[in-house]
Nanobody
Framework: HVRLVESGGGLVQAGGSLTLSCAAS????????MGWFRQAPGKEREFVAA????????YFAVAVKGRFTISRDNAENTVYLQMSRLKFEDTAVYYC???????????????????WGQGTRVTVSS
């Protein structure tokens, strides 16, 4: 079992930056792929970004590509989502997710992820 705890959410003005963190415990961190998803009010949860176990490969949703960066520190069992040039439409609850294996690649659908954090809210004021 993997426990995930997100942090770093908050209120930020449009155009600003914010970094989310997700601390993982319970399993060898480098053996799992990690992802970030978000759910805006009244909308379904959507993929944001993903990174492979070694941090070599990553993938971003079109809506955030070029503005968001995903990284991981396997020594600290933490994955980060660095968000810049934030837009009002980035407002959502952001969830960290972990796979149960297959760390040599990234995954972009929520069905690929076995473990989820509780979410951290990001609010972007226009």
């Amino acid at each position: 079992h993997v426990r995930l705890v997100e942090s770093g959410g908050g209120l930020v003005q449009a155009g600003g930056s914010l970094t989310l963190s997700c601390a993982a415990s319970g399993r060898a961190f480098s053996s799992i792929s990690m992802g970030w998803f978000r759910q805006a009010p009244g909308k379904e949860r959507e993929f944001v970004a993903a990174v492979s176990g070694a941090g070599i490969s990553s993938y971003f949703a079109v809506a955030v590509k070029g503005r968001f960066t995903i990284s991981r520190d396997n020594a600290e069992n933490t994955v980060y989502l660095q968000m810049s040039r934030l837009k009002f439409e980035d407002t959502a609850v952001y969830y960290c997710a972990a796979t149960s294996g297959g760390s040599d690649k990234y995954y972009i659908t929520d069905n690929d992820y076995a473990y989820w954090g509780q979410g951290t809210r990001v609010t972007v004021s226009s």
